[in-house]
């Protein structure tokens, strides 16, 4: 079955500090992952996305992993900021298809 | 390029009612689905219409219905309104692919209340 987790489901972090959130993925056949952002009450906004032949890609203070062989990505943010404060959800494509497998999402909290 | 647009941003019904609500996708792009979110159960996919036709259904009961118009906008209906279709709903454009390769770009969402 194909599903998409994350990790942590929500997290708090002081203004300055880095955090790390996790999505492990059953996905097949894999096709790409994004990292969408979701601001409160808004849609969500794509922030990157990993091909199978990527390991690294960095947007601004976001930089996203991708391991093709454990299937797992992370979202590292380098020096929080206040604006962070969202929804980041792991969206993963069965190549050959129309599906587009959501992860639940982590919720992310920076404090000042 | 404007993005996507949905209407009513929010709207108040009570159980039993019906509801409406509309997406207007970016220009050039042909595929709009739509998405329930609740809090703690993340977006749940409800369906997708690629040149006025259904290619993919969620797990949702018959009273949320779809459809897409020539133009491409698109529009979903939830008749019998429960207090659980309380939710942001959101709606997603894709540019034009064979697959779910393609960026996914939302609208702000309609957020209902049903009381």
């Known amino acids: 079955k194909n599903q998409v987790e994350q990790s942590p489901q929500s997290l708090i972090i002081l203004e300055g500090k880095n955090c790390t959130l996790q999505c492990n993925y059953t996905v097949s056949p894999f096709s790409n992952l994004r990292w969408y952002k979701q601001d409160t009450g808004r849609g969500p906004v794509s922030l990157t996305i990993m091909t199978f032949s990527e390991n690294t890609k960095s947007n601004g203070r976001y930089t996203a992993t991708l391991d093709a062989d454990t299937k797992q990505s992370s979202l590292h943010i380098t020096a929080s900021q206040l604006s962070d404060s969202a929804s980041y959800i792991c969206?993963?494509?069965?190549?050959?298809?129309?599906?587009?497998?959501f992860g639940t999402g982590t919720r992310l909290k920076v404090l000042a | 390029k404007a993005g996507v647009t949905q209407t009513p941003r929010y709207l108040i019904k009570t159980r039993g009612q019906q509801v409406t609500l509309s997406c207007s996708p970016i220009s050039g792009h042909r595929s709009v689905s739509w998405y329930q979110q609740t809090p703690g159960q993340g977006l749940q996919f409800l369906f997708e219409y690629f040149s006025e036709t259904q290619r993919n259904k969620g797990n949702f009961p018959g009273r949320f219905s779809g459809r897409q118009f020539s133009n491409s906008r698109s529009e979903m209906n939830v008749s019998t309104l429960e207090l659980g279709d309380s939710a942001l709903y959101l709606c997603?454009?894709?540019?034009?692919?064979?697959?779910?390769?393609?960026?996914?770009?939302f609208g702000e969402g309609s957020r209902l209340t049903v009381l």
């Open positions: 969206v993963v494509s069965a190549s050959g298809t129309y599906k587009y497998i």
């Open positions: 997603a454009s894709r540019p034009p692919g064979l697959d779910a390769t393609g960026e996914l770009f």
